[in-house]
């Protein structure tokens, strides 16, 4: 979505794909416009009151990669903080999968999407503080990503 910042109500908002195009891709009244946007593009949109249209002001797109942001550690003690290992921005990759492993191997923990964020559980039994391992794959043109895991309770 594209969206005009503080838009005016009464007026209409037009949606260009360049400066000197003489056709407009939407207008909306909302300032709000729904498109399939292509990485690193520019458009440009207009206000129009009445009659009078303004002059067009570019928007600039750029689609990138949201950093990840990992912790090492959580403490899953039920006093309602930190009690999630919550990696921030994974609802960026939604077809990521997140794998947690014992110190042995065993998978403790898997997720695609990461909708549901580790609680330190494994088949409802609480597992024991202690260092575990984790693998995120974000998708098919990123290195995957591994690190330890502490639980801390």
Same mark, same amino acid.
């Given at each position: ?18 400066? #000197? ?7 909306? #009244? ?124």
């Amino acid at each position: 979505m594209l969206s005009v910042s503080s838009p005016s109500a009464g007026n209409t908002y037009r949606l260009y794909d360049s400066q #000197t195009s003489t056709q407009y891709q939407d207008e909306q #009244t909302n300032g709000i416009f729904k498109i399939k946007a292509n990485p690193n593009s520019t458009y440009y949109i207009s206000k129009v009151s009445g009659q009078c249209e303004s002059e067009r002001t570019q928007a600039q797109i750029t689609i990138s990669l949201s950093a990840i942001d990992i912790p090492n550690a959580f403490t899953p003690n039920g006093d309602g903080k930190n009690d999630y290992w919550k990696i921030n921005n994974a609802q960026n990759y939604p077809q990521a999968i997140v794998q947690i492993f014992t110190r042995y191997g065993q998978k403790v923990f898997e997720s695609k999407g990461y909708s549901v964020p580790f609680d330190g559980t494994y088949n409802g039994t609480k597992l024991p503080s202690g260092v575990y391992y984790y693998i995120l794959n974000l998708g098919k043109s990123c290195n995957l990503l591994s690190g330890s895991l502490s639980i801390i309770r």
